[in-house]
Structures are given as C-alpha cells and as structure tokens.
C-alpha cells in the first residue's frame, strides 16, 4: 500500500464520542485526502491537504475536521460521531494526478 | 456528485473471457483513470488516459475514451481468476489547489475458475 498507513484499521464507538483517524506516509508526497465509502455511493472526498496546515474541503465535509501539523500525518476528527458516519475511510495520497490508498479504517458508530 | 457511472454494476464472466467496463461523465475532464479494488483493501491505481488520447494499452487492459460522447472503456483479456475485483473509474480535474478525483460507484467483477 505505497508507503501509507492507517489507524486504526478497526473502531467500534458509540454515538456522540469523538474520534480521530491517523494516516500516515513515507512517500513525502504533497497531497493527502480522506474519502468514505459506502454501499451504493462509491468512494466521496471528505476533505483533503495541499500542503502543512492546508486544507480543503470535499464532498462530504459536514460533521468532520482535519489538521495537517506535519507532511507525513493527515488526521480526521468526527468531534461528535453519528451513525450515519459509520463508514470505511480510506486515506490517499498524491504527487500528481494518481492517488495511491491506504488500506482503510472500519468505523461502527453504534 | 457522482462524476462518473459505470456500467454494469457487476459482471460475471469465466476464466479465459474477456471482460469490459464502461464510464460514463458528465463535464469536461483533464484526464481518467481505472482503479482496482480487491475485497476488504484499498483500491489500486490501473491506468490513466488523458483528453487528447483515445486509447491506452497495458498488459491485458485497454483503456478507450471517448471525450464527445463522455465515456470510457475498460477491457480486461484473458481474465484470470485473480481479477476479481471491483473497478472504479475517476475523472480527474484540477481545482481548488489539488487535483480532484471523483469516484464512480464501481463495476463488481467476478472471474469463475
């Protein structure tokens, strides 16, 4: 998985708890974004980090936060997890047009 | 919004069959891409194809784009049991500071040994 790690790979939380997700490169690329996938929608951005401490929106932003302190750490808060936000999130990161994923984070929001 | 649609939602073909894909868009594109997804990991990446380009070729896939009529194709010969898989397609554009992909919602691919 190209240099890029996820954690954790499996969360259970109940709802109203705050969660952070971790990716984590070696491949120094400049580019990092946070997707969800779901059944029936496919993979839908969620925010994404053009450089440290620059950030954008995606998506389906509503509901989660992301801070970019380093290049190497691209983290995903959900500050009040909802069911709906049940999901498997995949981190991706870039040095051009081509992404290359993580190998993604189950979340149960009970 | 979902830029691209593929089609068929899932497709089940025996081992030495050839397999396509197709995309659909709706708004211009800088270039598309094919990714694979194996059950449970992340998807790799399989081919990009540029505006200007009609067609691409590696190994057993052929990439085909048709900017007029906002579609693409995926052909995998000679399938192999091993690429059973789902198949997403990404249109990419640049915007906003990073180049933006937007997934479709995948072609499910079964190969029978």
């Known amino acids: 998985d190209a240099g890029i790690t996820q954690s954790p790979r499996h969360k259970v939380t109940e709802t109203g708890t705050p969660v952070t997700l971790r990716c984590h490169q070696t491949e120094n690329h400049r580019y990092m974004y946070w997707y969800r996938q779901d059944p029936g929608h496919g993979l839908r951005l969620i925010h994404y980090s053009y450089g440290v401490k620059d950030t954008d929106k995606g998506e389906v932003s509503d509901g989660y936060s992301v801070s970019r302190s380093k290049t190497e750490d691209f983290l995903l808060t959900l500050e009040s997890a909802t069911s709906s936000q049940t999901s498997v999130y995949f981190c991706?990161?870039?040095?051009?047009?081509?992404?290359?994923f993580g190998p993604g984070t189950r979340l149960l929001v009970l | 919004s979902q830029q691209g649609e593929e089609d068929p939602q899932a497709l089940s073909i025996q081992e030495g069959e050839n397999a396509t894909m197709n995309c659909s868009y709706k708004t211009s594109i800088n270039n598309l891409q094919w990714y694979r997804q194996n059950s449970g990991r992340g998807l790799v990446h399989l081919i990009l194809?540029?505006?200007n380009e009609r067609e691409k070729h590696s190994g057993r896939l052929r990439v085909t784009l048709d900017t007029s009529k906002k579609s693409s194709s995926l052909l995998i010969t000679a399938s192999r049991a091993a690429d059973t898989a789902s198949y997403f397609c990404a249109t990419v554009n640049w915007g906003a500071g990073s180049y933006q992909l937007t997934f479709g919602k995948g072609t499910k691919l079964s190969v029978i040994p």
């Open positions: 194809i540029r505006s």
């Open positions: 991706a990161i870039g040095g051009g047009e081509t992404q290359y």
